[in-house]
């Protein structure tokens, strides 16, 4: 795992946790994303995103596990 990817995590966790404003289930989330961002990363060259690239990419597995959730 490098840097960017590591990064874009932690930011996109920050931001989602924000959002969200409790931490009440965002383990399943976080679960349901990195799933998403492993089959991701099996398709695509991670090393050539940004972490706002991949920042952006886990928000959004983020938000979708949310959503699949209520």
């Known amino acids: ?3 960017n990817r590591i990064k874009g995590v932690l ?11 409790d ?3 965002i383990s399943d989330c976080v679960r ?3 799933k998403k ?4 990363a099996a398709s695509t060259t ?3 995103l940004s972490y706002e690239e991949i920042q ?3 928000y959004e597995y983020l938000k979708k596990s949310r959503d699949e959730m209520i």
């Open 1 to 3: 795992m490098n840097f």
């Open 56 to 58: 952006d990419i886990y």
């Open 11 to 21: 930011i996109a966790l920050k931001k989602f946790k924000d959002e969200i404003g």
């Open 23 to 25: 931490t009440k289930g």
């Open 46 to 48: 991670m090393e050539l």
């Open 32 to 34: 349901g994303a990195n």
């Open 37 to 40: 961002l492993k089959h991701f």
